[in-house]
């Protein structure tokens, strides 16, 4: 999810998991690449950054804007996801190359295919001393059912039928069919695990400034200055000794200017910080300050068709507006890193290898090139008839943003769409994959959406009928059924050719407009070093590998 965030949904093993991650590639890091206007095109892509050399008191680090919360079950963007994944800790864990392991959960077994059985790791504490239960792990797992609560991540347990104690340390989630993401979710938000009667006692106030998070991680929240910054500490209780955090303490001040990261970044002020402006990035970098990394990520820029039942509900407009965008000139303006044009939604990451992943590179090339051709968007709109109202697209403050609103505005002036921009707060706009409120009113907004494991499947649950993140409200039966027929399919060949329909469907019906595939980047100042350069720190303790620079 975003800004803008990401979504999410037994057979498949970790193994298989392991596999669709390699695409990641390992190399020495650098900060790499010709400067070609600040943007490092070609900068060489890595898993990690060199590894600390030792401990450090305090790090600063900055987000792009203030997260509404977080508490996991609304932790759906990257704000949150940022801070919570150190604080809080899911029954399996990934690492910087989507690789998943134990986590809370020292094993686990599927003894048939909609039964999965947990063994919860003795000896695991809370930040306030007192020892994680398998009560605790599934009253965590059961919030996700209540529909009271609300989770963002529901839709994943849209085939559970039950989750239960049954051992001292066994937890066994109970399946209404077989479903090959369901475990996979176990390693991001959909596993976390809090402590029952501290949820219980915060109430609505659990994962605010007011009413905090008692988890297991390597850092414990230690103060949340509305609208300035959180500050978390080293939890020296921290049951996994190998993975223990290096700083003291690590603050996360909220920016969501440019000019005025840019600043930060350049003075020392802050050390660090996930996806560096293009406006900042040629300062930054003539700074010596530090350095630009680049990795692989799940995530592919869209724009999100919010309503289609207002000026987008034509798939021709849709299609115009898609054919009407200068991608290479978009990309040129505001992506400092490497990018490539977008043919569909789900990122080149969540390929796989073997026959599966060829299935998936070969469907690829058989998508429509995306590439501009105004003479057809003026004929589709020609034939569609322009719509009666403005399409309207959301913009946050963020530079990316600003640049890709423009874009849009101006294709559509090119091809006779009027589209008209409606500017919305930093702080507002996770509100957008969340509350069908805060989407009245629009009809396209901005994500770079990222799969929270490394499958394609993930992706494309999403336009289930119903599903959280079916923003637009599509329904269509036959999809629906093949999703479900790809989620029982135990073998990867299969499914992917199941998959690669339902990407042709998405795209034929440009659900969501896909814009490109970038790279993900990190700024470290010269004090620091460790942190990983692809986008699996959304779902992993990654500060705790941050520490001095050698």
């Known amino acids: 999810m975003a800004t803008g965030p990401r979504t999410a949904r037994g057979t498949v093993t970790a193994a298989g998991l392991a596999t669709a991650v390699l695409l990641a590639g390992c190399s020495e890091a650098s900060s790499g690449g010709e400067d070609g206007g600040g943007q490092q095109r070609d900068a060489e892509l890595v898993l990690t950054t060199p590894a600390a050399a030792g401990e450090i008191d305090r790090i600063s680090w900055a987000l792009g804007s203030e997260p509404l919360s977080l508490d996991w079950v609304y932790s759906y963007d990257y704000p949150p996801n940022t801070v919570v994944s150190n604080v809080c800790e899911s029954l399996l864990r990934i690492d910087e190359s989507f690789t998943p392991g134990p986590g809370l959960a020292e094993s686990f077994d599927n003894p048939d295919p909609t039964t999965w059985v947990y063994a919860i790791r003795p000896d695991v504490t809370f930040h306030d001393g007192s020892t994680m239960t398998a009560e ?38 109970k399946l209404t069919q077989p479903d090959v993401l369901f475990n996979q979710m176990m390693a991001v938000a959909g596993g976390v695990v809090g402590k029952q009667s501290f949820i219980e006692a915060a109430g609505e106030d659990h994962g605010t400034p007011d009413g905090g998070l008692m988890c297991t991680g390597p850092f414990a929240l230690q103060e949340w ?69 680049y990795g692989r990520q799940t995530s592919t820029r869209n724009l999100i068709v919010a309503d289609l039942e207002g000026p987008l ?11 009407a965008l200068d991608r290479e000139g978009f990309a040129d303006a505001a992506i400092p890193g490497p990018s490539e044009p977008s043919r569909a939604v789900a990122s080149k990451l969540t390929w796989g290898e073997g026959a599966a992943g060829e299935t998936f590179a070969a469907a690829w090339e058989e998508l429509p090139a995306p590439e501009q051709d105004i003479e057809r968007a003026k004929e589709l709109v020609a034939e569609a008839g322009a719509p009666d109202r403005p399409i309207v697209i959301a913009q946050s403050p963020a530079p990316v943003q600003q640049v890709l609103a423009n874009e849009v505005q101006a294709a559509g002036k090119r091809i006779g769409l009027e589209v008209e921009i409606e500017p919305i707060a930093a702080e507002a706009y996770s509100a957008l994959f969340g ?27 999403n336009w289930q009928t119903d599903n959280f993140a079916n923003y637009g409200g599509w329904s269509d039966a036959d999809y629906d059924a093949l999703v479900d027929e790809a989620l029982q399919e ?13 990407q042709e469907n998405v795209t034929e019906n440009v659900l969501w407009i896909p814009v490109d595939h970038s790279a993900n980047s990190v700024f470290l100042s010269d004090r620091i070093s460790g942190a990983p350069a692809t986008n699996a720190y959304l779902y992993y303790p990654w500060a705790a590998q941050l520490g001095a620079r050698g």
């Open 490 to 502: 135990g073998d990867a060949e299969a499914r992917a050719e199941m998959v690669v329909r339902l």
């Open 136 to 173: 605790d792990v599934a009253f965590s797992l059961n919030r996700h059912l209540d529909e009271e609560v609300g989770s963002y991540w529901s839709g994943f347990y849209s085939n559970v039928e039950s989750v239960a104690v049954t051992g001292p340390l066994e937890v066994t989630v």
């Open 225 to 293: 200055s509305k609208g300035e910054s959180i500050t978390l500490a080293r939890h020296d209780g921290y049951w996994d000794g190998a993975n223990a955090a290096q700083a003291e303490t690590i603050e996360f001040s909220f920016l969501s200017d440019a000019a005025a990261l840019a600043n930060a970044l350049v003075t020392g002020a802050v050390d660090g910080t996930y996806g560096v402006p293009e406006s900042a990035l040629r300062k930054v970098l003539e700074s010596g300050a530090g350095n630009v990394y």
């Open 435 to 461: 509350d069908a409120e805060a989407r009245e009113g629009i009809d396209l907004f901005h994500t770079t959406w990222y799969a929270d494991v490394a499958d394609p499947l993930q992706i494309y649950v």
């Open 313 to 323: 509900g034509d798939v021709r407009i849709r299609q115009a507006l898609s054919l």
